[in-house]
């Protein structure tokens, strides 16, 4: 019986996996979102979970719906993209770059700094806090892009719920913070609506890893625990747009569970901290 139950446990994976790759087939044919390299561990749990929460016994079943209703789809999209994100999460990373990585982009007359996967925003806001404190913001261009409309829309608006505060006033100030991180948002109600100031130079914009190409030159690229999210070849791809937008030693932040290490890029960068996942572009052989 126990060797059944496993034999029938493997073959419904199986079948999971083949709708699930049925399904990212008619997103990216119909929707042209691409989600065919994305790890499938991740994936089927996020698949598994919208099936429930959006009333369908199977995932071929949520194809049929989503291929019909584009309003299912973008219901679909939030779950593919679930956006978990804090303000200067991992401190000791903005610290890092304030310390190691600043020094060299104040001796830049203008910045460009990309933000990929940017989510609704913390990151954005945390990065232009930190530029704004060491005079860099004025002369900053950030690009902070994303696959999910949704989520942009939330990040161009800078509100975020003011329980979050006490959380993210802690990470700023591991983070090196140099003011009281409530100057940079009014409370309302139950929300915290950030300083628009500090977007004045930020350009949000639909961008995906796995389509598109380069839009320009930068000095800083961060994309941080997006790559987790995605298979060996899309992880390379992403890192190729990332080395080949960066200027000349420029910088690249990954996440704390991310690594060029065992690809193709793993010679074309430095570690400039390598516990905190920050490395430089090397000068070509």
Known sequence: MDAENGTYLTVHHTVTDIELRLLMEAIYAQYNYDFRDYAITSQRRRVLHAMRQLACSSISQ??????????????????????????????????????????????????????AGCSTGEEVYSMAILLREEGLLERSIIYATDINPQSLEKARKGVFPLANMKAYTENYQHAGGVRAFSDYYTAAYDAALFDKSLCDNVSFADHSLATDSVFSETNLVCCRNVLIYFNKPLQERALGLFHESLCHRGFLGLGSKESIDFTVYANKFEPLSKSERIFRKRQPL
Request: aromatic share 14%.
């Open 62 to 115: 949520l194809q049929d719906k989503m291929l019909h209703d584009a309003s299912i789809f973008m219901q679909l999209l939030q779950f593919l993209t679930i956006p978990v994100s804090e303000m200067f999460r991992d401190p000791s990373y903005y610290l890092a770059l304030r310390q190691q990585v600043v020094p060299f982009l104040k001796t830049y007359p203008s910045l460009k700094i990309w933000i």
